[in-house]
């Protein structure tokens, strides 16, 4: 048995700002838990507005409005651009449409380990969010194996073995400097065999990478660009004249960073990576799916909520945003108007266009929306009840499942991360279909558990990562970079750099936030009191596993699902503002703490057919908390 979760400790010296953090106080949100299909850690939890608690403008402009600055979208651009406005000394309030902050990240716990269902690896190649994890001081963990996995890929008949179990550690590039963990020499990577084969065909893959972006956090610095943006990955692929039995490998690779159609996806955004990354296949592998956050993503977010302090707002979901020329309205879905002297919408690309904009948005705006992006993947893990060596696995974009790597090695079993490009091709809730495909490359492994989200069904998101269409890049980012008015944009879907990364919500979040304060005239340094607790933060956490996908309000409104208040001693379904599943509905149950423990431990084993992606709470002791607090929801 392998452990792979080696913890690799960011040493940086605190600043001033940093020492007034008292991150110790949200001990109980760190380590809380929460679930989707598990137990989720909802950074912000039961955060609400509490009016005008954190104005620090005194200027008479700024008492005519509930804000200075309204953030729509409560990911890391949003909380970026937000710490920095308060920072400033204006008031901000985030506006946020789910029950809990973080965006396309999304840190669950299962079993007693952390994982991200979103948005997870981040390295020292990706400036912004590095500099936020030695601001802060968070610990990140080393998720490669001890070992060099063994490389497998699919080539349509059989699975083919490179043969590398057993192979000495990498060296470990330095997370910053004098703080790498020491490892012994070994070879590089691109030595061994069927690594050598995907070392050759990426750097064919992305030839001329160099020339189109030799500065790739400034694309426009040149046009070299241009004419590979008329290209597809699938086109790019078509060039190449690969061997029908290795083609596999670098499909498989791609795969697993395009997350979407080939025929799609645009070629110029491959080779725009490749440039950040200095063109090495090594490094490629250590920034996009090394280090994670040991206390999940969600515990940055948590720091940054800290040092700011903005207003935040659950639950809410923008409708319109009106531009009024001194200062912009805001409406909610839920009937709330809010004013402020500018707003900062920090939604993904592919939801911009569900807002109503007054001025309405430019046409480039809007059709780039419409369009949306190619990221529309399927991430998920895998756990087996085997104990087998680190393996990395390949296959056709085309097949259901492109990418799979090893994660862990627990004490019984090991757990795997998957990826599809096609999520019509896969349910992983679907046990039986999963093991078939990993059985390809695993033959005898059982699947006992599987864990996701479904983003491309979430409508704050309606994709994965962004991933450029073709074309994209010249016709869309400069206009959904361009401000309106008093209407400003962030987001990591339009970052220059790290795009589709949390490293470009970041960048952008702290680029506007910026830019905002600047035109708003605000001052240079913080007015509000460290030491004052954050407005409205219950730290009551029991049912943050139930409030991801369920309401608990007094309207009684459904949103993922069915409204949970008044439910506890009615019959099952019975909820007259929801759709359920056939499943639910010719079910005899009525929910009483026995139907409950039962259906919370094992919900698609309780009742069949349910379409809740939900895999159980193990722990007899969460389950009654969770129990007792929806006998209080009256």
Not at 173 to 179: D, G, H, I, R, T
Not at 235 to 243: G, P, Y
């Amino acid at each position: 048995m392998i452990n792979i979760y080696k913890e690799v400790f960011i040493v940086a010296k605190k600043d001033n700002q940093t020492s007034k953090q008292g991150l110790n106080r949200r001990s109980i949100l760190k380590n809380g838990l929460g679930a989707l299909g598990a137990v989720a850690l909802t950074a912000g939890a039961n955060i609400s507005v509490n009016a005008a608690t954190n104005k620090g403008s005194t200027d008479t402009e700024s008492d005519k409005y509930d804000y200075d600055v309204i953030v729509i979208g409560g990911g890391f651009a949003g909380v970026t651009a937000a710490r920095e406005l308060r920072q400033a000394g204006l008031s901000v309030l985030i506006l946020e449409a789910r029950n809990r902050l973080g965006g396309r990240t999304f840190t669950v716990k299962r079993d007693g380990k952390l994982f991200e269902l979103g948005g997870a690896w981040v390295h020292s190649t990706q400036p912004n969010v590095f500099a936020e994890i030695n601001r802060y001081n968070l610990p990140l963990v080393d998720s490669t194996p001890g070992t060099i996995p063994n490389l497998l890929w699919w080539d349509g008949d059989e699975a083919r073995d490179a043969g590398m179990s057993g192979i000495p550690p990498l060296i470990k590039m330095a997370v910053c400097e004098n703080n790498a963990p020491e490892s012994e020499p070994s070879p590089p990577l691109a030595t061994y065999q069927g690594f050598a084969i995907a070392n050759e065909q990426m750097h064919q893959f992305h030839d001329g990478a160099t020339h189109s972006f030799p500065l790739p956090y400034d694309p426009f610095s040149t046009d070299n660009w241009h004419n590979a943006d008329t290209l597809s990955v699938r086109d790019r692929l078509n060039q190449m004249d690969l061997s029908p039995s290795l083609s596999p490998i670098i499909e498989g690779l791609l795969g697993s960073a395009v997350h979407g159609d080939f025929d799609q996806a645009s070629y110029v955004e491959m080779q725009r990576w490749w440039s950040l990354i200095g063109s090495d296949i090594a490094r490629y592998s250590d920034s996009v799916s090394r280090y994670s956050f040991k206390h999940g993503t969600r515990s940055l977010i948590d720091a940054m909520l800290d040092d700011g302090r903005p207003d935040v707002e659950l639950g809410t979901p923008v409708k319109e945003v009106h531009d009024l020329g001194d200062h912009v309205k805001i409406v909610t879905s839920t009937g709330k108007t809010f004013t402020c002297r500018s707003t900062i919408s920090a939604v993904p690309m592919n939801v911009l266009s569900t807002i109503q904009f007054s001025p309405a948005l430019s046409p480039q705006k809007i059709k780039a929306s419409e369009e949306g992006h190619a990221g529309s993947g399927v991430k998920f893990y895998i756990r087996i009840r085997q104990n087998v060596e680190p393996t990395f696995m390949l296959a056709s974009e085309e097949e259901p499942i492109s990418a799979i790597m090893t994660m862990a090695s627990p004490k019984e079993g090991t757990i795997f991360v998957a990826f599809s490009t096609d999520p019509s091709q896969i349910d992983p809730n679907d046990h039986q279909q999963v093991q078939k495909l990993l059985r390809r490359f695993l033959p005898d492994v059982d699947v006992v558990d599987t864990l996701h989200y479904d983003w491309h069904l979430d409508p704050y998101s309606q994709g994965t990562w962004c991933v450029l269409k073709k074309g994209q890049l010249k016709d869309s980012i400069p206009a959904l970079r361009e401000p309106q008015g008093r209407v400003h944009f962030a987001g990591g879907d339009i970052d220059l750099g790290w795009r589709g990364f949390i490293d470009g919500a970041i960048a952008t979040g702290n680029q506007v936030g910026q830019s905002v304060a600047r035109l708003l005239n605000a001052r240079t340094t913080p007015t509000y009191d460290t030491e004052k607790p954050i407005a409205g933060v219950n730290e009551d956490t029991t049912l943050d596993q139930c409030t991801v996908c369920h309401s608990t309000d007094t309207s009684g409104k459904a949103s993922v699902g069915p409204n949970l208040r008044g439910r506890y001693g009615q019959p099952a379904a019975s909820a007259n503002n929801f759709n359920y599943s056939s499943g639910l509905s010719e079910s005899d149950l009525t929910w009483n703490e026995a139907t409950l423990d039962r259906f919370l431990k094992d919900p698609a084993g309780t009742v069949p057919g349910t379409t809740m992606g939900f895999g159980g709470v193990k722990d007899p002791s969460e389950r009654a908390a969770i129990i007792e607090a929806l006998r209080a929801l009256k």
